[in-house]
Every structure is written in structure tokens, then in C-alpha cells.
């Protein structure tokens, strides 16, 4: 239990002050009610509502309650608000009038003046009642009348002012109610009175700032007058506003730096502008660090004083608001914070002082927090605290650069010195942490007593750093620090361990693509290498930094010189081969094939140019640049078939890669390029594809997990391989840049040869290309030597000079001189040559290479062409002139051959159109390359058709000739000429064509003159035949004695291409074919006569047709047949004749057909009457009169008309119309001419028409006409226009 | 004004980077690289909140001694870091965010560029200007 008279003690313990409130009257009263006062004060809230809009609280209060004393009333201007009585409380329990007026009256009144004096207004005057007192007293007042009397005499109308407290100490139901009463209204007062108190002390503290601008204000009074402020609020557990308080001095204080630092110095600051001799670092252990309080009290502090101060007071608050992490936060902000003042105030530090001041503080705060906070706190709040670790570890590692600590040979005594001074600033350990043994204080007095011990701390730190920031997954910072400790492990010269921390950091830098920070921990990582010697890594580094062009020239030419260095030392001592990755060294950019279809023969040579851009800063002497390639053979493989390749495999020729630049990371830095290849699989029965697809062929590579991938600084993958097949170049000089190189090689085996590889060797060190991509590859053939025959147009035509086109093309085979083509002579096919036949060479892309003129050798049998001299893998081109004949009137066999075998085509093909006759020629050659012959066949089209007819006019008889030209082309006709093969003298023809030419009678005599004949050519009649057009020839056939039954003819005709000149000799188309049975036996007149008494035809009159056949010869052999009856010299043979009108005109009426037996005698005459009724009028045709011989039944061989069509032309009759007719006369003539089957079908012996052949019945009426003029009663005219 | 800017591509490797005492280039390079981790982390505590409700100005990122860094994410995971001198002390958090608000709108400018690449370095003289205008500004 507290005695009421508590000694003022000159320490202030915030938490363990209360509010003052005085006690005055009696005071055993007091005491006695005291405990349970204290015990029930604190247990109830009370709201506190407060001015300037704050926002009211609840709050439970607590009080210091002190005997009341004059002196501890506050005289005027005294600002201390804690010893401030807030109450003051009189107590009595006096209930007897007398003693009331006696004494209590007066006491009373001595207290209330006291206050008065002091203007103080919070009172209170409780009066206690007691039963058992009352009973004693017999003349007693009612209890309330000594109240009231005291309430009557002091509280002038603050009836408030004045409580009764009942039986306080006694257990019943009036004494709580009445406690309950008394507290409330002590709890209200209580809180009035801080209200009114600390609103006033707040408003001079105002009044106070306000004046800051005026000369002699002190912060540091100020600070006092506020701080005040926060005690009573910490007093009163109210450590927000506690905080509030001295944030506001913070900022205030950072303002006026900040002034200061802007120009605007306030004088009082000068002060803190004193320079620093401690750096004793923050001391938080201490709720309130009086040592420091009293320093700014008395004015003396300096900046990081006040700012010690400051924070120590802030983190007590944050702790007690649980709030340690803003804690940790703040204290980082106040140290750079502080860092930066005295900077800013140009304070003078002694070097180091701060980092010791710092480090201090930062592990202070650190193991404040750790204090407070238990284990699983600390490890979810890293992120809060990891900061100060960092900035600890940061300031430990310069104490130590500055103290040579970390140099090798330890610290001098320039160190040393430095290290005494900053070890005094430290002045002497603190009581508070003195028997702590890890207190900052002491790590960093031994941290800074011995290199070992320094290592340790540091080491510490860093791991603890390190391990922090990589558990909340700040990599980067975590390898930012690694690379601190690297650097530290080198100045220790343990670069083993310094690697480490190197290749992680420059791991993460390059996986982002920080150039900077890449270059310069490869320098770092270079230098550790080399200490390692770890040789390949190091030339490896070094070639990545002489390519680098962050670095600056000299510093690449040295990492450069490096390389060199170490190629050049080791080439007296082979063996050992460095192999490294070639990305840094130089890049491969384009890749150049010539031929640039990347495709070469067997023997031939392929030259590939590569253009390399070296990234060394200097000209690099390289021995050799190989590459490797890989061969594979596709036998099979329609697609490697040198035809095949030399079509499409079309190119320029120029692979570009892609550039690989590092600069830009992701995906390119950790994944190493697709390499894919085509796949082709084929079935094995048939040589067919079954499936194709595409082979990623470096999917290990691709499908590894990220982290485990190796460091990319050591390229792990770099192997060599042996391939068989090298491209190689040596002794080439790389000069910065773009450098070609072209390689040569001579194609050995044919197939598929794939770049894999490069690599350039300068000295033992290799640098290797590990894969080419995209993929690069050429293609080897081999080609069998061919000739090839085409004629130059689409088709070839017989007769006439046509180029034909030949292609040798050499493949392997090597044309030597005297190597020549023999052609064996077709006899139907000449090859023409001329002086100068010139063949062109050309290589096998189709490049022309030369051009010789060729040499043509022809004896009976053989053509030879020799052929100029071509290297393997060309082709020669020449045309040669080659005429088919289109008949040879040689010999006689072989005319027939010539002629009939087209005829018989002819009729084969032209019921499929009207197409040329075709030619096939097989000329057989004998290459040099080969003992076989090659067989050529080729095919020429007669351009000519002929066609021949028989033309009567009586008995004298004609033949014409048809010749229809075919082809596209025009030409020129001369020399038509018909003789009869059958050379009788009695016969003979005499051409009727335009201009006869004389002479044609005697060369008829022999025909083979024709050929070479030397006739004056302009006396030749030239004839122009256009294509696809006709021209006609006629010959009068004359005899003198009587005629053979059949004529053999031969039509010759010479032609030429109309657009060439006639200077060659050609041979000339020819026909043969044969007229029989031309000789005219009958004439057959018809003769219309109008009716008699009239001098015309009129329609619809009947008019009298008079036909009269007449025989004019007398029996020759074409008689006799069936239808000739003998008896005796008299001869007799059937004839049929009919009428027929085809375009009705004509009505005949009655018989239109008829059977005669005719005399076989010349001049015998049969006439026929008939009735025709012409149906128009107008000049008529006349109907048509057709003669057939009748044959009797008896030979069932010859051809016959079938009954039914006899019986329905007999019945012919004038309604039938005029298409029934049309297609009945068709009908009849197509069963005239092959209705064999169908008489044998009827089985019955029926006698047969057969027609006459052309040539033995002339029609003289034909062609004739009769005017029929029309009737008289006949209105209608029809007029048909046709 | 400020000291160092940089804008950071999505994978965070640097899309610019320029900064103005050029000998401290390294450090620079340094500092912003290490505060992508508070990126990193701000970045994937904002993740939970709505998209558009997102604030693409992270504040400050970390105070250094004599820098203090602050970081900006577009909502294409573009980060901008600014790192400003500790003494400037006229800078305040709303200065601050109108010069990544800027920055940003120079940035989208860039990006609105047919020539430009996504990815690529930013080589814009347009980008480059503003961005000396705001190193320049109170320095």
C-alpha cells in the first residue's frame, strides 16, 4: 500500500506515474477507504471526450493520490504537467453540527483558499457516513444536513462538488450504490479536470510553437514543453496520442534541417550543428533514457542525440502499441534519415563514426524486437526486419575496409589509430546491456579488435543476411549481398569461395538481361578464375568480356591478350586443349553456297562462304576453322535424284542465322536452339512413304528443368565431335568484325551432307559453334550420262527440213575429243547438216559455258556426230535438220509400204477426227559412253491428205484429185503430176490444171526422174495451200483403144513450206490409188414435157417425164455378171431404175420404179414414161433418175435390197413428205451398201439391186431444170428465198 | 529530379535505363535490379486485389542511404523504377506520381509506335527527352 505522502522522485517512470490527486482533511479516513478506492477507480471506463474534434475514447483511470501540500500546487509558469494535481479531495466523516462549525468548517475553508490562491477549481469534498458513528452520537442532524451545510457553505451552486460516501467499508447493497456513485462522479471530475488542464497546457504549448520564429526560441524547450504533453498521456495509457506528440517533434525538427539545409537556419539549430564525438548508437532498453533527456534539457545534445532520444521514446510507445515492426521500420528510416542530416547540416563525423553509430544502432533495434517478440513472430516478419540486417552488414563490411580489416596483411597502424579513435567515441558500455554478452556494444568491439574476429562478425551478418532475404524470396538483393562477400572472400584471397557467389549472381543477372551488372561481375568472376586457375573457365570468361562492349577497349584487348597469351604459351606442350564455347568469340552470320543451290556433282567443287563477325577488340591469327559436317545417304529417296535436285532445290543460296545477342535474355539464354530434321519412313515391301514428320533431335536439351540446367557461363555441352567429313580453312585472320571465310571442297560420295560444327582453333584453345542452326546442308549426285532427242516444235512434220534438238547431257562421263554420236541411217529419215552446226555447252545449272562447232561425218549407214569436248556434269546442246520422207519412189516395194501403211491409218484414224497420219522413225545411236545403242523414235505427221474422184461428162471421164493440207503450216504446191503406173500407151492424162506444163506427157514415161530433176523453175506454176485448207486437181482421162477394166494411179506432188525458200531439193508427196469400172455404159436422159397444148409446166397440171436410158458401149468385161442373160450373141442384162424427187418438187404419180431388160449392145435405148405433177412453180430440178442393176436371186453372195424397202418404193407415193423420203433414200443407200447380214436373216431368195460404180452411168440430165409457171386460179405465190 | 529511370520489361530484364551521374551507372544498375524484389513482392500482394481496382504506383520500394527508390507497375507487368536522391526532400509522393504518370504516358507513346517492337529497347528520342526533362527538372 502507497503511503500517502509519495516522495517526488526526480526520475520519471512514465508508466509507474498516476495522475495526481490531493488528500486533504482526515486522513486516516482516507487511509482506511484507500485500498478498495485504488482496487474500484481503474475498473470501470469512462468515456473521455475531447476538444479540437478528437475522438473520445474510453479510458480507464488510475490515480496517485498524495496528501495535500501547498507546494504541490503548480506555481504560475510552472509547465510541469506531471506533478500536476489533477483533484484535490477533502474527506471527513464528520457528522456532528458542532464539530462542523468548530472545526471542519474552518479547515474546509483554509483548503478552499489554498486552491483558490492557485486558482485551481478541481475540487471534491466527500463526506463518509457511518452507521456506527451515528449511533453513537445521540445529537446527531439528519446525515444530509451536514452535507447540505457544506454544500451550502463551498459549493456555490456546484452541488457536484460534494459526495457521501455510505459505510465504505461495509458489504450491503447501500454501501455499492454508493461507492458506485462516488466513482463515477471522482471519474468525471477526474476527466473534467484533465480536459480543462491538458487543454490549457496544450494551448500555451501552441502559444509556445507559435513563437518559433522569433529569436531565443529553443527547440530544446519546446521539446521539453511537449514531451510533457506525452507523459501524461503515456500516464494516462494513452500512447497514441503519446506517439503523436513526439512525431510532431520529429517532424518539426526534420523541418528546421530541412530549412536549414534550404538557407533558412534557425540560430538554435546551430547548436545540434556541433560535431559529433559519440556514436554510442540508440539505446532502447530504457523506457525513457534520462542521460539524454537531461542533455537536451540542459541544451547540450547533438543531433544524434536528440535523434537517439527521439526514437528511444517513439519505440518504447510503438512497443507498448505492439507495433515492434514499424519499429524495425523506422529505425531504418531514422538511420539514413540521420545519415543524411549531417550531411545536410555539414556536421563534421569522424570517418566511420557513423557506420559504428549505425551499425550499434541497428543491432540494438534488432535485439530490442527480438525481446519483445517471440521466435515464430520474427520469422514471418522477416521482410520487416531484413533491412537492418542488410544496412548492419552493409556498414560492418566499410568499418572493416576502413579499419584494414580485410586486407591481407591486416590493419597498419594508420588502421590501427583509426580504430582506437572510433572505439572511444564509443565511450564505455552501458550499464543496461553490460552483463549481456552478444550486445551490439561488444560485437563491434570485437569485430574491429581482430581481423579473425571481424571475419567472423561479418560472415555472420552476411550468411544471416543472405539466408533471410532468400527465404522471403528477395534473390536479388540476397545475390547483391553474396557478391559483397565475394568481393571480401577475394580481398581474403579465398577465391574458391568467392566463386560461388560470383556465378550465382551473374547466373541471375544474365537470366534477366542486366548488361552492366553482367560485365562487371564477369570481370569479377574473370579475376577469381584466374586465381583458381581454372584455365577453360577463365578463357571462357575472358572471351565473353572481350566481346564485351560495356568494357572499354583496353580492358577487351587485355581479356583478349588473355586468350592469346595462353594459346601461344601452350603450343610448345600439346595435349592439352581447351575447348570453348565460340558465341563470344565470333558470331556466324551468313552462309554463302556457291553453286548457291547448295547442290554439286560427283567430283565437282562446292565453295561455302561463311561470314564470321569476330567480337575481339583485336585481329586474331586463327590456325584453322573447321567444320564439321555429317553425311548421310538417301539411296531411295526419290528426292535425291539429281533431276530431282537440279529443278528444285532453288535457292539464293544465303543462310542467314539468326542473332543470337545476348543482350535481350529470356528464352534464347537458357534454351539452346531447336534442331530439327525431316523423317521420312518408307514401307519396306514397296519403297512407298508411311509416315513423315519432323525429329527434334535435341529434346534433352529442351525439356530439362530450368535450375538444373548448367551454368551457362560454363558451357558444359561444348563437345567435339569427329566426323569423318571436315571443311577446313587454315590460317586465317579474324579482324574485328565481318571476316569471310570461304571454304572449297571437292565432292566425294554422293549424298546429304549436313553442317554440324565449327571450330576455330587458335593455338590449344578451341572455340566451337556446337550446333549450326538452321539447319545447313548440300547435296552430292551423281548423274549417268544421257542423250536426249525433242523436236523443237510440238509435233514433227514428214517432207520437210525440221530441227530436232539434242541434248547430251555428260554426267560423269567426260567427253573426250573424237567422242562422237553415231547415228544409224533411218531410210525413211535424212539428217541434213550444213557447214556450220554449232552446239553450245552448258554446265548443269544451266549456265552456258562454251560453244563448238560440230563435226557431221555421213556415209551410207552411219551419221556421226562428233561432239566437242565437255567436262563431266555439262550438257551439250545441238540442233540438227532431219526430213522423213513421206514416200520413196525408189523401189517399188518399199513405195507401197510407204503409201499403203498411211492409207489404212488414215482410215483408222480418220473416224476419230481429222488428224495427220502419223510417221514413226527409229533412228538407233551409239553413245561413247555406252556399248548399247540408244533407240530414239520419233514421230512425224504427213501434213497432207489426198482424196480422188472419178468425173464422167458422157464417156469422156476425169480424176480429180483432193489434197487437203492438215498442218499449221502453209505451203507451196508444184509439180502435180498423175501418171498411171500401169504405163498402157493407150491411155492417156491430160492435166486440165491451171498452166499445163509441157513436157508432162514425156516425164510421165518415167516418173523416177522426178526426183533431182533440174526444170527450170519459173516455169513451174507455185500453188499456195493454206493450212487447213484443199486444193483440187483434174485429169482428163483420154484412150484410144479399149480400156482396161482398172486404172492405177500415182499422184505426186512436190510441196514446200511457204515460208521457206525452195533452195532444197525435197521429195515429193505422193498418192496412189486406183479407178475402176469408169468406163460409161449408160446414159440415162430424162425430159419433162408440159401437157399437150401447152407451151409450160403449170403446178398441179400432170406433165409427161420421158426417161431414156440408152447403152453405149457394147458387152465389155465389166458385164459380166449375174444379171446378163446370153442366149446366142444376144445379151440382155436387168436394170432398175427410180425415180426419185429429194426435195419434192415433184409428185410422181403412178409407177415411180421399174425393172427393164436392157439390150447389152451400144445404142440400145429403153424409154420409160411417167406422170409427174410439179407441186411449185418455178424453174424445177428435175427429180432424179438412179439406175441399179437387178440382180436375180440365185447368188446369195452379192449385195441385195432388202423386200420391204422394194415393196415401199414401189408404193411411192405423192403424200409421203419430203423428210419421210429424205430419210427413207438414206436409209435405203446406207442398206445398199452393207446390208449383207440381213437378206441371209430372211432366208428367202429375194433378187438384189446393186448400184452401178460411179464411173458407168452418166445422168445427162442432171443439173437440168423446167420453168413451171403456176396455175391461173393459184393466188398464193410462195416464194422461198434459200 | 530523379537520378535513375528505368523501365523493365514483364520478364525484367531492362527495356531503358539512364541515369545521370554517369559514373555511378553501375550502382544504378545495381540498385534498380535489386528493387525488382520488392516488385516482385508488392507486385504479388497486389495480385489479390481487383484488377481495376489495381494502383499501378507501388510507392516507395526501399530507402537507401542516399537513394530512395520507387517503383511503378503498368498493368502489363511493365515496371518503371525511379530512383531519387535522399536530400531531394521537396519530392513529394504525389510529385512522385505524376512523374510516373508521365513517364507511363510516354511510355504507351513508344508502344503505340508501328516501328516499335514490344520487348525491344526503347530508342525513342521522344522517351528519352521526357525522361531528361525529368532528371533535369531540380537537379
Redo the contacts between chains.
Keep these: 500500500m502507497e503511503p500517502p505522502e509519495e516522495p517526488l522522485r526526480p526520475v520519471i517512470y512514465t508508466m509507474e506515474n498516476k495522475p495526481i490527486v490531493t488528500c486533504a482533511g482526515d486522513q486516516n479516513l482516507f487511509a482506511s477507504v484507500y485500498p478498495t478506492l485504488s482496487q474500484q477507480l481503474p475498473r470501470e471506463p469512462m468515456e473521455w471526450r475531447r476538444s479540437y474534434g478528437r475522438a473520445p475514447k474510453m479510458i480507464h483511470l488510475e490515480s496517485n493520490f498524495v496528501q495535500f501540500k501547498e507546494e504541490l500546487l503548480p506555481k504560475e509558469g510552472n509547465k510541469a504537467l506531471l506533478t500536476f494535481p489533477f483533484l484535490h479531495i477533502y474527506w471527513t466523516e464528520c457528522c456532528d453540527t458542532e464539530v462542523y462549525k468548530a472545526t471542519l468548517k474552518d479547515d474546509i475553508t483554509k483548503w478552499q483558499n489554498v486552491l483558490k490562491a492557485h486558482s485551481s477549481v478541481d475540487w471534491l469534498i466527500v463526506v463518509v457516513e457511518s452507521d456506527a458513528k451515528k449511533k453513537n452520537k445521540t445529537n446527531i442532524l439528519p446525515r444530509t444536513s451536514i452535507v447540505d451545510k457544506i454544500r451550502n457553505d463551498f459549493c456555490n451552486k456546484q452541488s457536484d462538488r460534494c459526495v457521501v460516501l455510505c459505510d465504505p467499508l461495509k458489504d450491503s447493497s447501500r454501501t455499492q450504490e454508493s461507492w458506485n456513485a462516488f466513482l463515477t462522479k471522482l471519474r468525471t471530475l477526474l476527466l473534467m479536470s484533465f480536459t480543462k488542464n491538458l487543454g490549457k497546457f496544450e494551448d500555451d504549448m501552441r502559444t509556445l510553437r507559435e513563437k518559433r520564429t522569433e529569436p531565443g526560441w529553443s527547440f530544446c524547450e519546446y521539446f521539453m514543453v511537449q514531451e510533457e504533453l506525452a507523459f501524461v498521456f503515456e500516464m494516462l495509457q494513452q500512447f497514441e496520442d503519446a506517439l503523436v506528440q513526439y512525431d510532431e517533434l520529429d517532424a518539426l525538427f526534420s523541418q528546421y534541417v530541412?530549412n536549414f539545409?534550404a538557407g533558412d537556419g534557425a540560430n538554435w539549430l546551430t547548436f545540434f550543428c556541433q560535431s559529433v564525438k559519440s556514436w554510442n548508437g540508440l539505446i532502447l532498453r530504457k523506457p525513457i533514457d534520462m542521460e539524454k533527456r537531461e542533455l537536451i534539457q540542459s541544451q547540450e545534445a547533438t543531433l544524434l542525440d536528440l535523434r537517439s532520444y527521439l526514437f528511444s521514446r517513439q519505440c518504447t510507445l510503438l512497443i507498448f502499441l505492439q507495433r515492434p515492426w514499424e519499429v524495425s521500420q523506422r529505425a531504418?528510416?531514422l538511420?539514413?534519415n540521420c545519415?543524411?542530416e549531417l550531411?545536410?547540416l555539414e556536421v563534421s563525423v569522424p570517418p566511420g563514426a557513423l557506420d559504428c553509430w549505425v551499425f550499434l544502432s541497428c543491432l540494438e533495434v534488432l535485439q530490442r524486437i527480438e525481446g519483445c517478440c517471440d521466435r515464430a513472430q520474427i520469422d514471418s516478419n522477416i521482410?520487416h526486419t531484413v533491412?537492418l540486417w542488410s544496412y548492419a552488414t552493409e556498414k560492418l563490411k566499410s568499418l572493416g575496409y576502413l579499419c584494414g580489416l580485410v586486407s591481407e596483411n591486416g590493419p597498419n597502424s594508420e588502421d590501427l589509430n583509426r580504430t582506437v579513435d572510433l572505439l572511444a567515441g564509443l565511450g564505455a558500455e552501458r550499464p543496461e546491456t553490460a552483463k549481456t554478452a552478444q550486445s551490439p556494444y561488444k560485437k563491434l568491439k570485437e569485430a574491429l579488435s581482430s581481423v579473425e574476429a571481424f571475419e567472423k562478425h561479418y560472415l555472420d551478418l552476411s550468411h544471416a543476411t543472405i539466408e533471410m532475404?532468400t527465404s522471403?524470396?528477395?534473390?536479388?538483393?540476397a545475390k547483391?549481398v553474396g557478391k559483397d562477400l565475394a568481393e571480401f572472400y577475394m580481398r581474403k584471397k579465398s577465391p574458391q569461395k568467392a566463386e560461388v557467389y560470383l556465378q550465382n549472381a551473374l547466373k541471375n543477372?544474365v537470366a534477366?538481361?542486366?548488361?552492366?551488372?553482367i560485365t562487371?561481375t564477369r570481370k569479377q568472376l574473370a579475376e577469381c578464375q584466374k586465381h583458381l586457375g581454372q584455365i577453360e573457365n577463365y578463357l571462357q570468361t575472358s572471351s565473353l568480356l572481350a566481346s564485351d562492349t560495356h568494357l572499354t577497349e583496353d580492358e577487351r584487348k587485355h581479356f583478349c591478350q588473355e586468350i592469346l597469351n595462353f594459346a601461344n604459351e601452350q603450343k610448345e606442350s600439346p595435349g592439352l586443349k581447351v575447348v570453348l564455347s565460340m558465341h563470344s568469340f565470333a558470331q556466324l552470320k551468313h552462309l554463302h553456297f556457291d553453286p548457291s543451290n547448295a547442290l554439286v556433282h560427283v567430283g565437282g567443287t562446292l565453295s561455302i562462304e561463311i561470314t564470321l563477325l569476330s567480337q575481339m577488340p583485336i585481329s586474331v591469327q586463327v590456325e584453322q576453322i573447321a567444320v564439321s559436317v555429317h553425311f548421310s545417304i538417301e539411296k531411295n529417296s526419290y528426292r535425291k535424284t539429281a533431276e530431282w535436285l537440279t529443278k528444285h532445290k532453288t535457292s539464293n543460296g544465303i543462310i542467314s542465322f539468326p542473332n543470337e545477342n545476348s543482350?535481350?535474355?529470356?528464352s534464347r539464354s537458357s534454351s539452346p536452339a531447336l534442331e530439327l530434321y525431316e523423317m521420312y519412313e518408307r514401307s519396306p515391301s514397296d519403297n512407298s512413304l508411311n509416315t513423315t514428320g519432323i525429329i527434334c533431335k535435341n529434346v534433352h536439351m529442351l525439356l530439362r528443368r530450368q535450375e538444373s540446367s548448367s551454368s551457362l557461363e560454363i558451357p558444359s555441352g561444348v563437345t567435339l565431335e569427329d566426323g569423318a567429313h571436315i571443311l577446313k580453312c587454315s590460317n586465317v585472320t579474324l579482324d574485328p568484325g565481318v571476316n569471310k571465310i570461304i571454304f572449297r571442297t571437292q565432292a566425294k560420295e554422293p549424298g546429304t551432307y549436313t553442317l554440324r560444327q565449327m571450330c576455330t582453333s587458335v593455338g590449344q584453345v578451341q572455340f566451337v559453334l556446337p550446333h549450326i542452326y538452321p539447319i545447313v546442308q548440300y547435296d552430292v549426285y551423281s548423274q549417268d550420262p544421257q542423250l536426249k532427242v525433242e523436236p523443237l516444235t510440238d509435233s514433227l512434220l514428214a517432207g520437210i527440213p525440221q530441227k530436232v534438238k539434242f541434248t547430251v547431257t555428260t554426267g560423269y562421263y567426260t567427253i573426250k575429243n573424237g567422242d562422237s554420236l553415231q547415228l544409224s541411217n533411218a531410210d525413211a529419215m535424212l539428217i541434213l547438216f550444213h557447214a556450220e552446226n554449232r552446239a553450245i555447252i552448258y554446265s548443269n545449272t544451266r549456265e552456258k559455258s562454251s560453244e563448238a562447232s560440230l563435226m557431221i561425218q555421213s556415209s551410207e549407214k552411219v551419221t556421226s556426230v562428233s561432239l566437242p569436248m565437255a567436262p563431266a556434269y555439262h550438257m551439250i546442246e545441238f540442233e540438227l535438220e532431219v526430213l522423213s520422207l513421206p514416200s520413196t519412189p525408189t523401189s517399188g516395194e518399199s513405195d507401197k509400204l510407204v503409201n499403203k501403211e498411211p492409207q489404212r491409218k488414215n482410215k483408222e484414224k480418220q473416224k476419230a477426227g481429222n488428224c495427220m497420219v502419223t510417221l514413226d522413225q527409229k533412228v538407233s545411236i551409239d553413245c561413247p559412253w555406252s556399248i548399247y545403242s540408244t533407240i530414239i523414235a520419233l514421230t512425224f505427221n504427213i501434213p497432207f491428205k489426198a482424196t480422188h474422184s472419178l468425173l464422167s461428162a458422157g464417156k469422156r471421164k476425169y480424176i480429180q484429185v483432193c489434197v487437203q493440207n492438215l498442218s499449221e503450216l502453209g505451203f507451196q504446191l508444184s509439180d502435180s503430176n498423175l501418171i498411171d503406173t500401169g504405163n498402157s500407151p493407150d491411155l492417156q492424162l491430160v492435166p486440165l490444171n491451171t498452166k499445163c506444163q509441157k513436157g508432162n506427157k514425156a516425164r510421165q514415161e518415167d516418173p523416177r526422174e522426178l526426183v533431182g530433176d533440174a526444170e527450170p523453175k519459173n516455169s513451174i506454176y507455185i500453188q499456195h495451200i493454206y493450212s487447213k485448207q484443199s486444193v483440187f486437181f483434174v485429169w482428163e482421162l483420154l484412150w484410144t483403144k479399149e480400156l482396161p477394166p482398172s486404172l492405177h494411179c500415182h499422184f505426186s506432188l512436190d510441196f514446200y513450206p511457204a515460208s521457206e525458200d525452195r533452195s532444197i531439193s525435197l521429195k515429193p508427196y505422193s498418192y496412189e490409188f486406183q479407178v475402176e469400172n469408169f468406163f460409161t455404159l449408160y446414159n440415162v436422159k430424162a425430159e419433162i414435157f408440159p401437157p399437150l397444148g401447152t407451151e409450160y409446166c403449170k403446178t398441179g397440171s400432170l406433165c409427161s417425164l420421158e426417161v431414156s436410158i440408152t447403152r453405149l458401149s457394147d458387152l465389155l468385161e465389166v458385164d459380166k455378171d449375174e444379171a446378163l442373160t446370153e442366149s446366142d450373141e444376144y445379151c440382155t442384162t436387168k436394170l432398175m431404175y427410180e425415180v426419185v424427187d429429194n426435195s419434192s418438187n415433184w409428185a410422181v404419180c403412178g409407177k415411180s420404179s421399174g425393172v427393164i431388160s436392157m439390150p447389152v449392145t451400144a445404142r440400145a435405148t429403153h424409154k420409160v414414161h411417167m406422170e409427174v405433177m410439179p407441186l411449185f412453180a418455178g424453174y424445177l430440178p428435175f427429180p432424179d433418175v438412179r439406175l441399179f442393176k437387178y440382180l436375180p436371186h440365185h447368188s446369195a453372195h452379192s449385195t441385195q435390197l432388202d423386200a420391204d424397202s422394194w415393196i415401199e418404193n414401189d408404193n411411192l407415193s405423192v403424200d409421203k413428205n419430203m423428210d419421210d423420203q429424205t430419210d427413207n433414200s438414206s436409209q435405203k443407200s446406207k442398206s445398199s451398201s452393207h446390208s449383207a447380214a440381213s437378206v441371209e436373216h430372211k432366208g428367202l431368195p429375194m433378187p438384189r439391186l446393186q448400184p452401178f460404180p460411179s464411173g458407168q452411168v452418166f445422168n445427162s440430165s442432171t443439173g437440168m431444170q423446167i420453168l413451171v409457171i403456176p396455175s391461173k386460179d393459184d393466188h398464193i405465190l410462195e416464194v422461198s428465198v434459200t | 529530379m530523379a537520378v535513375c529511370i528505368a523501365v523493365i520489361a514483364k520478364?525484367?530484364?531492362?527495356l531503358y535505363i539512364r541515369s545521370i551521374p554517369a559514373e555511378q551507372?553501375?550502382k544504378f544498375?545495381?540498385t534498380v535490379?535489386?528493387s525488382?524484389?520488392?516488385v516482385?513482392?508488392k507486385v504479388s500482394a497486389m495480385g489479390k486485389a481487383l484488377v481495376d481496382q489495381r494502383e499501378l504506383y507501388l510507392g516507395l520500394l526501399?530507402?537507401?542511404?542516399?537513394y530512395k527508390v520507387y517503383g511503378y507497375v503498368t498493368n502489363s507487368k511493365v515496371k518503371f523504377v525511379m530512383v531519387v536522391d535522399?536530400?531531394n526532400?521537396a519530392l513529394r509522393d504525389n510529385e512522385i506520381r505524376s512523374m510516373f504518370r508521365k513517364l507511363h504516358n510516354s511510355y504507351t507513346d513508344v508502344m503505340c509506335n508501328p516501328f516499335y517492337n514490344p520487348?525491344?529497347?526503347i530508342h525513342s528520342r521522344a522517351f528519352d527527352n521526357m525522361v531528361t526533362s525529368m532528371m533535369v527538372q531540380v537537379c
Excluded: C, M
Excluded at chain 1, 534477366?512 to 551488372?517: D, N, S, T
Excluded at chain 2, 520478364?11 to 531492362?14: G, I, R
Excluded at chain 2, 526501399?62 to 542516399?66: A, F, G, L, N, V
Design positions: 530541412v539545409g531504418l528510416e538511420l539514413h545519415v543524411q550531411k545536410l521482410s533491412g532475404y522471403i524470396g528477395r534473390i536479388r538483393s547483391l543477372y534477366e538481361g542486366w548488361a552492366l551488372p562487371h543482350s535481350v535474355p529470356f | 520478364e525484367n530484364y531492362p551507372e553501375l544498375h545495381y535490379h535489386t525488382l524484389d520488392v516482385d513482392e526501399y530507402p537507401t542511404e542516399d535522399s536530400s526532400t520487348g525491344d529497347r
